[in-house]
T-cell receptor
Framework: SAVISQKPSRDICQRGTSLTIQCQVDSQVTMMFWYRQQPGQSLTLIATANQGSEATYESGFVIDKFPISRPNLTFSTLTVSNMSPEDSSIYLC????????????FGQGTRLTVV | DAKTTQPPSMDCAEGRAANLPCNHSTISGNEYVYWYRQIHSQGPQYIIHGLKNNETNEMASLIITEDRKSSTLILPHATLRDTAVYYCIAGYSTLTFGKGTMLLVSP
């Protein structure tokens, strides 16, 4: 299984500011996924980030609000821009299991509180 | 991804088998059945997946019906640490999470 490290693990931010979340994987992966989990809710896919191309966003999520970078095959960042209290959630990155494997593995998440 | 239906909650006594059902009646031929669990405040943990055949690993067993419209995750000897939300997902490259089943294992 892939080892995924997310930073920061948690943060408290002022409304109107932005936070960049980092996701580092211990192996090269083509696709990385970013999810949001709002309080008491299930996970919702924000976007799929492929190295060398623009991220693909799911319905309800836009690049201006959640810009994603994917500079190489082991790293990605998700920025939550112009934050409001409604952005308070756990943000998780995920990667596929590797060659020939379809299951996915998740980081421990970034718990964001916007005040 | 096909829609899945799971009971919102289940209870299990420690040491007994936990059998978690999932309905995925609209699953398509190339979609796998995946099970993940999420222990409070942690990232989801992969448990097991299968396409047609029953599968077993060190964590659990997955029983898929012959018509693939439903499946059951079996934790053979549940422990307190198995208390978590269990998600059943029918899909392929991307995962669509439903509400899952909250499994409470009690002493």
């Amino acid at each position: 299984s892939a080892v995924i490290s997310q930073k920061p693990s948690r943060d408290i931010c002022q409304r109107g500011t932005s936070l960049t979340i980092q996701c580092q994987v211990d192996s090269q992966v083509t696709m990385m996924f970013w999810y949001r989990q709002q309080p008491g809710q299930s996970l919702t896919l924000i976007a799929t980030a492929n190295q060398g191309s623009e991220a693909t966003y799911e319905s309800g999520f836009v690049i201006d609000k959640f810009p994603i970078s994917r500079p190489n095959l082991t790293f990605s960042t998700l920025t939550v821009s112009n934050m409001s209290p409604e952005d308070s959630s756990i943000y998780l990155c995920s990667v596929p299991g590797g060659r020939g494997r379809t299951e996915a593995f998740f980081g421990q998440g970034t718990r964001l509180t916007v005040v | 991804d096909a829609k899945t239906t799971q009971p919102p909650s289940m209870d299990c006594a420690e040491g007994r088998a936990a059998n978690l059902p999932c309905n995925h009646s609209t699953i398509s031929g190339n979609e796998y059945v995946y099970w993940y669990r999420q222990i409070h405040s942690q990232g989801p943990q992969y448990i097991i997946h299968g396409l047609k055949n029953n599968e077993t690993n060190e964590m659990a067993s997955l029983i898929i019906t012959e018509d693939r419209k439903s499946s059951t995750l079996i934790l053979p000897h549940a422990t307190l640490r198995d208390t978590a939300v269990y998600y059943c997902i029918a899909g392929y490259s991307t995962l669509t999470f439903g509400k899952g089943t909250m499994l409470l294992v009690s002493p």
